[in-house]
């Protein structure tokens, strides 16, 4: 009974994180067609920004409430001097952000020196129900992004800035033609997507330590969690994120580890062959 | 004007004199080096192996593929292998098979991701080369017989009868061979009828279908030749290396040649060799210098040739026209409109 409540909480905690990564993934892709090779270095940088904080010995969760707001203002430069020139041409835009990643990562690598950097959870210790032990922390990850999710949902769904953007990606000409100014839709939806990538990092700093590489093992999973949801919905990114999120940490629980990680790759990039539009196939926000 | 145009090279002159010239530059290249700096440029002659590989599905089919590296590493593997479990290092018979390997597990991927009731979309075969690339990587960190983390070492020296054949300037000559080998067949393959198809289905892949050809078999064709192409490097770059380790499958690598291959220019062929040449020998000497910075300063710099010069290196000598199947086309390319999700891009 124990194993079976620590494994479901292991394995919800591990989807929720691929929820927010996935979630600033699919909504980029969606509005832009740019699958976002730098993602997984947004999401570096968040983590690297609740670092900073950490050796100016401020507090933690200041670091967190910052890394959003820090990487989504990197995001908008980049977006006006880098991005923006690669809407028309979905596979340059894979390399470009490639390239910029690179030079992101390698700094962030030459910045901490290339080593583990632990960060402090900000809320030390655990639940104890019996024998179940629930670390505070993960359960905290769990319900921000809840949070997160519910909050970007309303954003989209309920403002005016969520209809114009849906109607930006809906239509871009029609949306231009009647005065929504898709340029800035597109760097805002940018900046928020990158902001998400931030948070993710920033809240999983605690768990898996600062290293350059943090962000890139998210990334492919991310990719396929944004095609096999459905490029260009807000329910698919959760939903594909949810599925992928869980088989990567519930299947090694049934066949041997070394399989496990192929085997979810192998089964999501089958399920994308097979409905190339997604699960969710059009019936979205 | 006072200078008359009393010789202006075409561009199909230029490129034969730069293959001229990298050519003799090659030929003569062990005379004059050391043996540290043979054995260096016989790697890069082997990752120039790679690059065309890449460019002839890119650059001239028009398919993305991020894991070339799958196949090299794949093939790396088998001959790492071979030499280790069943003590054969002829090269009659491990060049052979990492071609097989190559050819074989290209055309299973093709097979799956090209072939098929729906045509996949351009994105999709980009993610899905990168998947598989990544899968493979983690497969082979994971997997005990394979060596995990560390890779298969100390390849015993591949031999060609009672002798063998070790690193330096003999490895050096059989790895240009290869290159030179390979790289006239591709030039033969472009310039005939299926490479002037190839160029068709990169402009306009529903014209092509319309014409009847079958359009996605002849990309899983080009792909698994290339995937060919890459399994002789990685079966090349293993013994001369004497160990294979899993980056030799990953992301990293895979990545790694596509920007080489942008770099130099794609679908010139020349222009990859250019590519990782060019990257490989200012790397080598700066990543010495400056082994922190130097990684940041490779990504802005592809970062740069992306956005400027989309063409490459290549295109300082050679006008983008001379790229078969482009001809007058390159001004008029319709302009996507961002938003809309890509079906055949």
């Known amino acids: 009974m124990e194993a079976v409540v620590t494994a479901v909480f292991e394995v919800l905690n591990f989807g929720a994180i691929m929820v927010l990564v996935v979630l600033g993934l699919g909504v980029i892709a969606g509005m832009m067609g740019i699958f976002n090779f730098a993602h997984g270095e947004f999401v570096l940088l968040g983590a690297y920004t609740v670092y900073l904080f950490h050796t100016w010995t401020l507090p933690i969760w200041l670091g967190m409430l910052a890394a959003p707001a820090v990487v989504a203002a990197v995001a908008v430069v980049l977006e006006r001097l880098v991005i923006r020139r690669f809407y028309a041409a979905p596979v340059i835009a894979m390399l470009g952000t490639y390239a910029l990643g690179l030079a992101i990562r390698e700094s962030v690598r030459g910045l901490i020196g290339g080593l583990y950097r632990a960060v402090p959870e900000p809320l030390p210790g655990s639940f104890d129900i019996g024998a179940i032990h629930i670390a505070k922390w993960r359960l905290a990850i769990v319900v921000i992004t809840v949070l997160v999710m519910v909050g970007s949902y309303l954003l989209l769904t309920r403002t005016g800035f969520g209809l114009r953007v849906r109607a930006a990606l809906e239509n871009p000409s029609l949306a231009r033609a009647s005065g929504i100014s898709t340029n800035r839709i597109y760097a805002a939806t940018f900046a928020f997507g990158a902001a998400l990538a931030g948070l993710a990092g920033a809240l999983v700093v605690p768990v898996f330590s600062l290293s350059a590489d943090l962000g890139i093992r998210f990334l492919i999973q991310g990719f396929l969690a944004v095609m096999l949801g459905g490029v260009g919905s807000f329910e698919g990114s959760v939903i594909g994120a949810g599925v992928i999120g869980i088989m990567s940490a519930a299947l090694p629980w049934a066949v041997a580890p070394v399989l496990a990680d192929v085997l979810v790759f192998v089964i999501a990039v089958v399920l994308v062959r097979i409905w190339p539009r997604g699960l969710t196939a059009g019936r979205t926000v | ?345």
């Open chain 2, 1 to 345: 004007m006072a200078r008359a145009q009393w010789w202006r090279p075409s561009p199909g002159t230029i490129v034969a004199a730069l293959e001229v010239l990298l050519l003799s530059v090659f030929a003569l290249l062990p005379l004059a080096l050391q043996h540290f700096w043979v054995i260096f440029v016989t790697r890069v002659l082997i990752l120039a192996l790679l690059a065309l590989s890449f460019d002839l599905v890119w650059g001239f089919a028009g398919i993305m593929s991020f894991g070339q590296a799958l196949f090299f590493g794949a093939a790396g593997y088998v001959v790492a292998l071979l030499a280790r479990d069943a003590g054969v290092t002829s090269v009659f018979v491990v060049l052979p098979a990492a071609l097989a390997v190559g050819l074989a597990l290209a055309f299973l991927v093709a097979s799956f991701l090209l072939l098929g009731r729906n045509p996949p979309s351009l994105t999709f075969v980009a993610l899905g080369t990168l998947t598989g690339s990544y899968a493979g990587d983690r497969l082979a960190r994971g997997w005990y017989y394979l060596g995990g983390q560390n890779g298969i070492p100390s390849i015993p020296p591949m031999t060609a009868g009672p002798v063998q054949i070790t690193e330096g300037v003999a490895y050096y000559y059989l790895a240009l061979a290869f290159l030179i080998a390979v790289y006239a067949a591709c030039r033969f393959l472009v310039g005939s009828q299926f490479g002037l198809a190839l160029a068709g289905i990169r402009i306009n892949e529903a014209r092509m279908a319309f014409f009847g050809y079958h359009v996605q078999l002849l990309k899983a064709v080009v792909f698994s030749v290339a995937g060919a192409v890459a399994g002789i490097a990685g079966g090349l770059y293993a013994f001369h290396e004497g160990f294979v380790w899993p980056n030799m499958l990953g992301v990293i690598l895979s990545t790694q040649i596509v920007l080489y291959t942008l770099f130099g220019g794609v679908g010139t062929l020349i222009g990859a060799v250019i590519g990782v040449i060019a990257i490989e020998i200012v790397s080598f000497v700066l990543a010495d210098a400056y082994p922190t910075v130097w990684p940041v300063i490779l990504g802005v710099l592809l970062l740069v040739i992306i956005l400027f010069r989309p063409s490459g290196l290549i295109s300082l000598f050679v006008p983008r026209r001379t790229r078969v199947g482009v001809f007058g086309l390159t001004a008029r390319r319709p302009r996507r409109i961002p938003g809309e999700v890509d079906g055949a891009a």
